[in-house]
């Protein structure tokens, strides 16, 4: 099959996912009891993004990682169900937590699928997770939020792109490391903000000494990762950037949606956001990548 046929067939089934997610988001927002959203910046930030992530599959379309074998599209399921199962473990039926650190192992089922085979099934079980597990936990509809999760699914997915040189993968991971010490720096000067659901002024300083540890766990990582190519070490950083960008999206769409404050974006849902999740990556990504090895077929 030509390469230009084969990119096609890509094209179409990244557009059947997205179409998929879309329908199910439609679906979950009919039926909900939970939060709905109606308004227009919601409908807006779902339409932008959908049709960024058009894009972004036609300017990358030629490198190959979009392609998405029948294996899997069962893979994709798997994790997406296990993602929602998780989540409602662990959301509704358990809500453990260290400290004010939530336990939301489902996280990661978006990072490893997206790095070990495509953005595309990164994306969506990260996405569709997202929905169906806020839905059957009764927390309604988030897009912004689900939105995110998905990317932090897909960018796992993209380092192959950019990851070629070793130097881009210094980079990278420098714009990692530095993105969540800036962040612990902000929280140090300008601790107090409002929280995003009751706008209570609160003290975030623990979420800076969190971010500045995770800085150090992925330094260490970067390290491994340079020297001898740990996958471990490559999961939780390029992970930790999914979430990062994830978040990012999630936190600046809030602001117009939500009409939060930038303090609030940024210190109260953002910079907690981060750090919880890449705690969790950090606790359960060995768990899940030897789950995952245990039970994949040759070729996947």
Same mark, same amino acid.
């Given at each position: ?64 990682? $979009? ?16 993602? /929602? ?52 936990? *009764?927390?309604? /509809? ?8 998905? &990317? ?36 140090? /000067? ?16 623990? $979420?800076?000494?969190? &971010? ?20 471990? !070490? ?10 990062? /960008?994830?978040? *990012? ?21 953002? !910079? ?8 969790? &990556?950090?606790?359960? !990504? ?15």
């Amino acid at each position: 099959m030509s390469l230009e046929r084969r990119t096609t067939r890509w094209a179409v089934t990244w557009t059947t996912i997205l179409a998929v997610f879309a329908l199910l988001l439609l679906l979950a927002n009919r039926f909900t009891e939970g939060e709905r959203f109606y308004d227009v910046p919601s409908m807006v930030t779902v339409a932008v993004a959908l049709a960024g992530l058009l894009v972004l599959q036609r300017a990358t379309a030629a490198s190959g990682l $979009w392609r998405v074998h029948t294996r899997q599209i069962g893979l994709m399921a798997a994790g997406t169900l296990i993602y /929602v199962l998780l989540a409602y473990i662990f959301n509704d039926v358990l809500a453990l937590s260290l400290g004010p650190v939530p336990l939301r192992p489902q996280i990661c089922i978006p990072i490893l699928l997206g790095y070990a085979l495509t953005p595309a099934v990164g994306f969506f079980a990260g996405a569709t997770g997202s929905l169906l597990g806020d839905f059957v936990t *009764g927390w309604g /509809v988030f897009p912004a939020w689900h939105i995110g999760d998905g &990317l932090t699914g897909l960018v796992p997915g993209l380092i192959p792109l950019i990851s070629s040189e070793r130097r881009n993968l210094r980079y990278l991971s420098t714009a990692v490391i530095v993105s969540m010490a800036l962040t612990a720096a902000v929280i140090f /000067v300008h601790p107090r903000a409002p929280e995003p659901w009751t706008g209570e002024v609160t003290n975030f300083s623990f $979420w800076a000494w969190v &971010l500045l540890v995770e800085a150090v766990i992925m330094l260490a990582n970067s390290y491994l990762l340079e020297r001898v190519s740990v996958v471990l !070490a490559g999961i939780n950083l390029w992970g930790a950037l999914g979430i990062l /960008v994830g978040h *990012g999206f999630t936190s600046l769409a809030h602001i117009w949606i939500y009409e939060y404050s930038v303090g609030t974006a940024l210190i109260g849902e953002f !910079a907690p956001a981060i750090a919880a999740d890449t705690l969790n &990556l950090i606790i359960f !990504a060995p768990l899940l990548l030897a789950a995952y090895n245990a039970v994949r077929s040759p070729g996947t």
